[in-house]
């Protein structure tokens, strides 16, 4: 935060920071340069101009022609004369400035005598204009928009701001080939929609496939309410708590309702499922909801505190988005888990019976494939469990290996899809523009870094140092206003940089009478700091802020006895997102510390609880690989799904030992035990499971990266999970890792 302060007050003596800037291209090919696109442009930025968020509009029709080709004998002469003044230093600038038009004149009669060709020339050649305004190569034309307040933008103005620069620019025939908006509010703009759609389309769509799975397993329509009800409970609550602990949520709570809903439908199914189980089996309604309180409610209360833990953890991740979501979560989960254990046995005792209804085809069929598939795990894992049990660590350690090199940086426009309208913007100003990401060094001194020649030879020598890093696009400096007054009248120097410290100061007054804006941005209004602007490529944070401090460096070489400063948002927020990483570290660890104090507590033992933790291990470690293996450089919000998975994965670990533990003390016989707890709980880890990915899988139809890993990733890991607990924990059984003694045993279901 005081780092942020610092670059706000350094932006507010240099007239604001380029957060508020918009830039808008189109290319239009060989018809840029004809009378008629020239035309379109200026009426276009006219248009935008008085658009209620925009404070100027600037672009190549109305750019100041500074050096053109061809001179009648009058303007030479008065360039001259202008020359002679401002090297001598008695240049008036109130009276008499320098002899610029506009690259497109406004007059149809000045209009029909301007070569279009030598203007292209001369403005791919101009380097305040080309990468800005113009492409290199005259085909794409450059809009910038400077924002009144960008912090101010209304939320509904940011979603549709870029439609309505676009809508614009269509009206007045531009883009024909294509239309780029880029900056931080389009940035999030699209960001805020993303979220809009996640809250009112992606999770109806979520509730009703969840609903309808719940009604095809159980047949009763109260099922759905009592679970429906649970859930929208939980969400009210915890959103609401969440809003009165943070005053304001970000948006990404938005995908939390959805998580919430997927996560008390898990733990109502199991209370469900077992209920139902009991009541087959011949027990009275009430007897058979006081068994499954009783022997099921100890397991439901564990998964519930693994999962509140694994999302609570996240309040450890300095991102006040990712705190909103885990404090959002965690008060949901502890409240389902509250009324999953009250109110759902409280409608259940007032219902008939869950029972199977008849003999249908489709019933016995769903259950039939059930019942195999579980019973092939129990064969497979009473015939190798030594087998299973290296097969799952070979591919653990693997997996690790595989992850140890993955590289962490987020990237915004790369949450998206490459085809996605944000990213093919940013990637046609990296190719043929000047880029939308940037980082600004600021020089300050009490010397006169920008008047004397050897300071200016020291910052060309800088400049030139800078460009040639391969992923610095442009540099805008006051060196750029010396060259375009230099070319207007021509200082007859080799770099064309003022000769003197009084041609230098001129230069710059005269600079400020045509384009005072420009001066305002490069240097401050008591000429003791100047600033230099260096577009880049990359639009990764760390990388950005790692290529500040490259420019830091040189820059404190070049200027030794200065106060050098790289700042912007960007390297800002890198070095916020390295604290994130480490937050996430954190979190993970005290994540595992803390599932494993749960599990030990709930199961009665500690050497249990330890063994329980690897079967989970697995989907963590191969989520890694996977990861590394699919995307290469990791967005910093994908570090959420192993803390949140585990949470989640490691219930159905709960359910089968605490199943398996009831059943080892009524019966000696291993297998028997195991098999007891396949038929009582498999059942339940494969609905529950089916159940949590088809809830979670709309969030895949969403194009942005924080909200898609949820319906991907996140489910690719719960199913690994299912997989390890259907096949390593009770491998991990049979070969007699998990054994407790008939008094702690009995000690922990009393617990319990």
């Given amino acids: 935060p005081a780092q942020y302060e610092r670059y706000r007050r350094l932006c507010d003596e240099f007239g604001g920071d380029a957060d508020a800037l918009i830039y808008v291209a189109t290319n239009e090919g060989d018809r840029l340069f004809t009378p008629t696109m020239l035309d379109a442009v200026r009426a276009a930025t006219a248009e935008l101009n008085r658009l209620p968020e925009i404070d100027r509009a600037s672009c190549l029709s109305d750019a100041p022609r500074t050096a053109p080709s061809r001179l009648t004998l009058t303007q030479t002469a008065k360039r001259a004369a202008v020359r002679r003044k401002l090297l001598a230093g008695t240049l008036d600038v109130a009276d008499e400035t320098l002899p610029v038009a506009p690259y497109w004149p406004r007059t149809a009669a000045e209009q029909a005598t301007v070569d279009l060709e030598a203007i292209r020339r001369e403005a791919t050649s101009d380097p305040l204009l080309r990468g800005a305004f113009v492409s290199a190569d005259g085909r794409a034309q450059g809009i910038i928009l400077r924002l009144r307040s ?48 996640t ?20 047949e009763r329509a109260a099922v759905v309410f009592v679970t429906g009800l649970c859930a929208a409970i939980a969400i009210v609550w915890a959103v609401g708590f969440a809003a009165v602990v943070f005053g304001s949520l970000s948006l990404l709570v938005a995908a939390a309702p959805l998580l919430i809903l997927v996560i008390v439908t898990a733990e109502t199914v199991y209370i469900t499922a077992a209920y139902r189980n009991e009541t087959q089996a011949g027990l009275e309604r009430e007897q058979a ?21 694994g999302f609570a953890s996240l309040v450890t991740v300095g991102a006040p988005t990712m705190r909103h979501l885990a404090l959002t979560v965690a008060v949901g989960v502890a409240v389902g888990l509250l009324l999953t254990l009250t109110l759902v046995p409280i409608v259940y005792s007032y219902l008939p019976p869950l029972t199977v209804r008849g003999d249908r085809r489709g019933d016995s069929a769903l259950q039939r494939l059930v019942a195999a598939l579980l019973a092939r795990c129990q064969s497979l894992v009473v015939a190798r469990p030594k087998t299973i049990i290296v097969v799952f660590a070979v591919a653990t ?26 990213p093919r913007s940013v990637t046609f100003f990296n190719e043929h523009m000047s880029g939308t990401t940037y980082v600004e060094l600021f020089i300050s001194s009490e010397g006169p870094l920008w008047i004397e020649p050897e300071a200016i030879d020291k910052l060309g020598a800088l400049r030139r140092s800078i460009e040639a890093m391969p992923d610095v696009r442009a540099v805008r400096s006051i060196l750029d206003l010396y060259a375009t007054v230099g070319r207007s009248i021509g200082f007859n120097t080799l770099d064309g940089q003022p000769p003197t410290p009084l041609a230098a100061v001129s230069a710059l007054a005269a600079a ?69 990483i480490r937050g996430y570290f954190y979190g993970n660890v005290l994540s595992l510390a803390a599932i494993c104090l749960t599990l030990a507590w709930g199961l009665g033992s500690w050497r249990v609880a330890l063994w329980a933790m690897l079967p989970n291990l697995f989907p963590m470690a191969l989520l890694g690989f996977v990861l590394v293996w699919t995307l290469g450089t990791l967005d910093s919000d994908l570090m959420m799904i192993p803390m949140t998975a585990l949470g989640i994965a490691v219930d159905d670990t709960i359910h089968f030992l605490h199943r398996y533990r009831l059943e080892r003390e009524r019966t000696d016989d291993r297998d028997a035990a195991l098999t007891q707890t396949y038929h009582y709980t498999g059942t339940a880890i494969l609905q529950t499971t089916v159940l949590l990915s088809a809830g979670l899988a709309p969030y895949a139809l969403s194009p942005f990266l924080s909200v898609w890993m949820l319906g991907t990733f996140m489910i690719f890991t719960l199913l690994m999970a299912m997989g390890a607990d259907l096949l390593l924990t009770p491998a991990m059984a049979c070969v007699g890792l998990f054994r407790w003694s008939r008094c702690s045993a009995s000690s922990a279901a009393s617990n319990s």
């Fill in 150 to 197: 960008p912090t101010t933008v209304p939320l509904s103005a940011q979603t549709s701001l870029r439609t309505r620069i676009e809508d614009v620019a269509k009206r007045h025939g531009l883009g024909r080939d294509g239309i780029f908006v880029a900056g931080q509010i389009p940035l999030q703009g699209w960001i805020f929609g993303e979220m809009d759609r």
């Fill in 199 to 218: 809250l009112f389309q992606l999770m109806p769509l979520g509730a009703t496939i969840l609903a309808f799975i719940l009604w095809l397993l159980f």
């Fill in 289 to 309: 909801l006081r068994k499954v309180v009783r022997e099921v409610g100890g397991a439901c209360l564990l998964t519930s505190l693994t999962t509140f833990i």
């Fill in 397 to 422: 350690v693997a997996s690790v290996a595989a992850a140890v090199p993955m590289r962490i940086d987020p990237n915004i426009p790369a949450r998206f899809p490459a085809d996605h309208p944000l």
């Fill in 512 to 580: 400020a009478a045509f384009n005072a804006d420009a001066v305002g941005t490069m240097v401050n209004p008591d000429r003791s700091r100047l600033r230099i602007v260096v577009q880049l490529a990359p639009s990764g944070y760390i990388e950005i802020m790692q290529l500040g401090r490259e420019i830091e460096a040189l820059a404190a070489t070049a200027f030794p006895s200065a106060k050098v400063e790289v700042l912007g948002s960007y390297p800002i927020v890198g070095a916020v997102v390295q604290r994130i």
